[in-house]
T-cell receptor
Framework: GQSLEQPSEVTAVEGAIVQINCTYQ??????LSWYQQHDGGAPTFLSY????GLEETGRFSSFLSRSDSYGYLLLQELQMKDSASYFC?????????FGTGTRLQVFP | DTEVTQTPKHLVMGMTNKKSLKCEQH?????MYWYKQKAKKPPELMFV???????INESVPSRFSPECPNSSLLNLHLHALQPEDSALYLC????????????FGPGTRLTVT
């Protein structure tokens, strides 16, 4: 089966840089997505890696290494509003399978 | 318009009730999804519709019955649910072939008593 593991919680201070890791035991997927979900809110799409390497979108960057079965989301210049849950997800054709999720808490 | 709407926002139902959840999008997306999410857990895929046809059923119990009346609407009919079915039910849509970038609605918080 597919399994994507993430740390359950990460804490950081405003202005810092934080990396959220996603390790997986699956193969044959099209790419790796990242989603943000605030408490009581809907998941929102952040980024997608179809190929190995780094994708940068503003303060957020995402990385994928298929050979290492590993990806990460890098958040720079952290803001209080970045406090949320973050999910990696692998795409198989018509569907996404989500990782276990990481709760990020940003402190002043 | 990049919004997916869901109604109702909250629903409380008994185990013998029949109810329906509704989802609507006007982005021209031809792929639509139903997810179930328990507290502090990731969204769990239930169904995928592609061009109004059911393409994936993730072994969901028959007490959940999806329907896609047209390209903008997705329903989830509920019947004889169990208390463990209490969860947040999320609808999402995407362009066909771009399942990696889904747009989610705010969800329906369902409580089964």
């Amino acid at each position: 089966g597919q399994s994507l593991e993430q740390p359950s919680e990460v804490t950081a201070v405003e202005g810092a840089i934080v990396q959220i890791n996603c390790t997986y035991q699956t193969s044959g997927f099209y790419g790796l997505s990242w989603y943000q979900q605030h408490d009581g809110g809907a998941p929102t799409f952040l980024s997608y890696n179809a190929l190995d390497g780094l994708e940068e979108t503003g303060r957020f960057s995402s990385f994928l290494s298929r050979s290492d079965s590993y990806g990460y989301l890098l958040l720079q210049e952290l803001q209080m509003k970045d406090s949320a849950s973050y999910f990696c997800a692998v795409q198989f054709a018509d569907k996404l399978i989500f990782g276990t999720g990481t709760r990020l808490q940003v402190f002043p | 318009d990049t919004e997916v709407t869901q109604t109702p926002k909250h629903l409380v139902m008994g185990m013998t009730n029949k109810k329906s959840l509704k989802c609507e999008q006007h982005m021209g997306h031809r792929a639509m999804y139903w997810y179930k999410q328990k507290a502090k857990k990731p969204p769990e895929l239930m169904f995928v519709y592609s061009y109004e046809k059911l393409s994936i059923n993730e072994s969901v119990p028959s007490r959940f019955s999806p329907e896609c009346p047209n390209s903008s609407l997705l329903n989830l009919h509920l019947h004889a649910l169990q208390p463990e079915d209490s969860a947040l039910y999320l609808c999402a849509s995407s362009q066909s072939g771009r399942a990696y970038e889904q747009y989610f609605g705010p969800g329906t918080r369902l409580t089964v008593t």
